[in-house]
């Protein structure tokens, strides 16, 4: 009987057994449906299954979840969920799928070792780790890896660099990211370089560099992870010169004359200028240079900058030789005749003695003749408008054809041009200002400029604010006295028959240097704003800058001569007149802990509740610092050393009674500040 029960206890343990074993269901190992790896962008996504053993039906409420490992491959703290899907739940006798679609990758997947599982919320399912997959993430839509500014690194006339290159990371809109926040890979001549990950990188060597995001396995599906290419190399000043498709460097005029750079040296990125005897040739800023038919005969050479790291590359002079002829001194491009007047045209060439020239006047020849030595000046007269051409049948190798033309046209009005004669310091006093082009226009609406022997025909005055000065001659001495005014010069056509004419108006106004920004109030309190303010004039142009992180920032759309400031910080104007373009001095304005380091050039003194003293800022009390006002006569009004303390005007020997007076702030002894304070009662 005992026996007997332990056979049936048996039977009832091995048929829980076998109903266990159906119950429990397995998912296998999840895998992409498509690729060995996840390079997953913002737009793209992925598709993976795992498959589902047979069994019984799981819970309806049961939820199939796909999760992701940490970066090394563990599952030791959890995974991060990917997606969910519910079902399939019900029983089967075959395997299923549990897909999942649409799957993004993380933005913070950078690892070829993660792996994947998928975890059920309800019933006796176990699950199974894949091998790793690759996941990397990275916005290949919008990002731009940028390496060097996209310039390569190019050094001469040395034996050896060493040069320090950075990525930057950018976006369609401009906008730079942090290249410290993505890993780094370096490679030279498409070999990584180990042990370098930062974004900045040390080279040595000639040889080709990218940097690129590290991103494992997927390394080569992503297009922008990789930044530009950047050649490093050294070019040595005797691998450069210039070169012509012609024999050599001698030529006829009428041949094609082209000088250009050695292949090494061309490149749209590179900055030229070529060189004729020394002097720089305008406008000729290309690898190439074509010569002219007349006149080209000398030395060229040609100045190349590189790189930031390669300026001024010179190439070997070359000796460019004229077989033929040239007319050395053309005819001007056009030419005003004046009434009563007689031009005489001039041409200088060198073609040698026996040469045949001859002038024309619209069509027809009106003289000819043969040169009589080898260097000749042939000179004609134009009493009429018309044009006016010379041709010369050149007695030299190149049987040199050469011609020179010019327009001679009538004028029905003039136009002249006042300016300062030079480049002006606004320190500079007086300065000089001066006729600098008068031109005649003519019926058709050409401008052509007078020579200056034509303005022996005009008579000129000088006048200030619409009163003559009594000065006739073509330039005018202007003092800072005069400052305030402005001037014309007039002319009169001394034969009559012409209209006068009047230049343009020009404003002289003479800027400090020193010239020290207004601030009311001196503080900048919390919600408060603070106003700063420049001289008002007319005719000045103003912009204001703000000092940022070591950089002078425009403050966009503030023309005025006023800023309104709402942030404490360090703030500038530039101020431009006709006559030279000035900074003010920083006025750093601060708030209640801080007041501004600024020095007012504005007082109102008379009862009201601002503005009433002179008030600096508080480190002009300190013991070191000496305050002297002059009057606008040079008289002392006011002085004091070891510190100031808003003691002017109370203590003014004038009272403040005069409209402009003259500060200098010292500092042991020597001169720190500067400028005017003007009385407004």
């Known amino acids: 009987m005992k026996k007997r029960l332990n056979l049936t206890i048996i039977v009832i343990f091995l048929a829980l057994g076998i109903h266990v074993a159906n119950a429990q269901r397995i998912i296998g190992a999840p895998s992409l449906t498509s690729g060995a790896q996840a390079c997953g962008t913002l737009s793209n996504s992925f598709d993976f299954v795992a498959e589902l053993s047979p069994g019984t039906a799981l819970p309806a409420s049961n939820v199939f979840i796909l999760e992701l490992s940490d970066p090394t491959g563990s599952f030791a703290n959890g995974g991060e969920e990917l997606l969910s899907v519910s079902g399939p739940n019900e029983a089967s006798g075959g395997p299923s799928n549990i897909n999942f679609t649409n799957v993004a990758v993380p933005q913070n997947a950078n690892s070829d070792d993660y792996r994947l599982r998928v975890t059920a919320?309800?019933?006796?399912?176990?699950?199974?780790?894949?091998?790793?997959?690759?996941?990397?993430?990275?916005?290949?839509?919008?990002?731009?890896?940028?390496?060097?500014?996209?310039?390569?690194?190019?050094?001469?006339?040395?034996?050896?660099?060493?040069?320090?290159?950075?990525?930057?990371?950018?976006?369609?809109?401009?906008?730079?990211?942090?290249?410290n926040n993505f890993n780094w890979e370096w490679l030279k001549d498409d070999v990584i370089i180990p042990g370098e990950n930062s974004p900045t990188l040390l080279i040595t060597e000639v040889g080709e560099y990218q940097a690129r995001v590290q991103v494992g396995l997927c390394n080569n599906v992503f297009r922008f992870n990789k930044s530009n290419k950047v050649d490093a190399s050294i070019i040595n000043v005797g691998d450069i010169s210039i070169v012509t498709d012609a024999p050599d460097f001698s030529f006829c005029p009428d041949e094609d004359k082209i000088l250009s750079a050695s292949a090494n040296i061309v490149d749209g990125r590179y900055e030229y200028q070529w060189f004729k005897d020394g002097e720089a040739l305008e406008g000729e800023i290309a690898s190439t240079i074509v010569l002219p038919d007349n006149n080209f005969g000398g030395e060229y050479t040609l100045r190349i900058n590189i790189s930031e790291d390669c300026q001024d590359l010179e190439t070997q002079p070359v000796v460019?030789?004229?077989?033929?002829?040239?007319?050395?001194?053309?005819?001007?491009?056009?030419?005003?005749?004046?009434?009563?007047?007689?031009?005489?045209?001039?041409?200088?060439?060198?073609v040698p003695a026996g040469s045949t020239f001859r002038w024309i006047v619209d069509t027809s020849i009106q003289t000819q003749g043969i040169t009589v030595s080898d260097s000749e000046t042939l000179t004609f007269s134009a009493p009429f408008v018309g044009d006016y051409r010379i041709e010369i049948e050149a007695n030299d190798p190149c049987n040199s054809m050469l011609f020179s033309e010019t327009s001679v046209f009538a004028a029905e009005r003039f136009d002249i041009t006042i300016a300062p004669e030079e480049v002006v310091d606004c320190e500079q006093d007086p300065i000089t200002i001066a006729l600098t082009e008068m031109v005649g226009i003519t019926s058709?609406?050409?401008?052509?400029?007078?020579?200056?022997e034509q303005f022996d025909f005009f008579d000129f005055e000088w006048f200030n604010d619409g009163v003559s000065t009594g000065e006739t001659s073509l330039?005018?001495?202007?003092?800072?006295?005069?400052?305030?005014?402005?001037f014309e010069l007039r002319a009169i056509f001394r034969p009559g028959g012409l209209p006068n004419t009047v230049s343009n108006n020009l404003p002289i106004d003479f800027l400090s240097s020193d010239i020290v920004l207004d601030i009311t109030p001196p503080v900048l309190q919390a919600g408060e704003s603070v106003v700063l303010t420049a001289p008002l004039n007319a005719n000045f142009t103003y912009e204001w800058y703000v000092i940022q992180n070591g950089e002078e920032v425009l403050i966009e759309g503030e023309t005025s001569n006023t800023l309104t400031v709402t942030?404490?910080?360090?703030?500038?104007?530039?101020i431009s007149s006709s006559l030279c373009t000035t900074?003010?001095?920083?006025?750093?304005?601060?708030?209640?802990?801080?007041?501004?380091?600024?020095?007012?050039?504005?007082?109102?003194p008379g009862g009201n509740a601002a503005n009433n003293d002179w008030v600096l800022p508080n480190s002009f009390r300190e013991t070191d610092v000496e305050v002297i006002i002059y009057s606008s006569n040079g008289k002392v009004d006011f002085q004091k050393n070891g510190g100031y303390n808003a003691d002017w005007p109370t203590n003014s020997a004038s009272q403040a009674n005069e409209l402009i007076y003259?500060?200098?702030?010292?500092?042991?002894?020597?001169?720190?500040?500067k400028g005017t304070i003007t009385v407004m009662r």
């Open 567 to 574: 942030e404490e910080g360090d703030y500038f104007a530039i």
């Open 662 to 673: 003259y500060y200098i702030i010292s500092r042991s002894s020597t001169v720190v500040k």
């Open 583 to 604: 900074r003010t001095q920083i006025a750093s304005v601060g708030g209640p802990q801080a007041l501004s380091e600024l020095i007012p050039n504005v007082i109102t």
């Open 320 to 350: 460019v030789t004229n077989e033929g002829s040239s007319i050395t001194l053309p005819l001007p491009e056009s030419l005003i005749l004046l009434p009563t007047q007689t031009l005489t045209l001039v041409v200088e060439t060198d």
């Open 444 to 452: 058709g609406g050409e401008r052509v400029p007078l020579t200056t």
């Open 475 to 486: 330039s005018l001495n202007v003092s800072r006295s005069d400052s305030g005014g402005s």
């Open 121 to 179: 919320t309800e019933g006796n399912v176990t699950n199974t780790i894949s091998e790793p997959i690759p996941f990397h993430f990275f916005d290949d839509d919008n990002l731009e890896v940028i390496l060097n500014g996209r310039d390569d690194v190019i050094f001469c006339r040395v034996a050896s660099f060493a040069k320090e290159i950075t990525v930057e990371v950018t976006d369609l809109d401009d906008n730079v990211f942090d290249a």
